[in-house]
């Protein structure tokens, strides 16, 4: 797998421009690429926790609902994902 160095954000919208958006919801899927190119799929509330407890700066977090935006504010992500 190659190594990403940076992941441009550019294009996509952010999740803290979105402030209808709640990666909480059941139909949202999070998706975390990290830094060695690995793919990960988190779709129940303690998935999504767990991903973002793990996610790094490095990392791309998507969430997918009705549209995809960029997971840009990690501690938010998981500020919101603490809340049931």
Do not use: C, N, W, Y
Not at 16 to 32: G, H, N, Q
């Amino acid at each position: 797998m190659p190594k990403f160095a940076h992941f441009s954000l550019d294009g996509v919208r952010r999740l803290s421009s979105v402030a209808e958006f709640r990666v909480t919801d059941p139909s949202v899927t999070l998706i975390r690429v990290d830094r060695l190119g690995v793919v990960h799929q988190a779709r129940s509330p303690a998935e999504k926790r767990a991903m973002l407890a793990a996610a790094s700066d490095g990392d791309l977090v998507l969430a997918g609902g009705r549209e995809v935006v960029a997971v840009d504010d990690i501690p938010a992500a998981r500020a919101q994902a603490s809340i049931r």
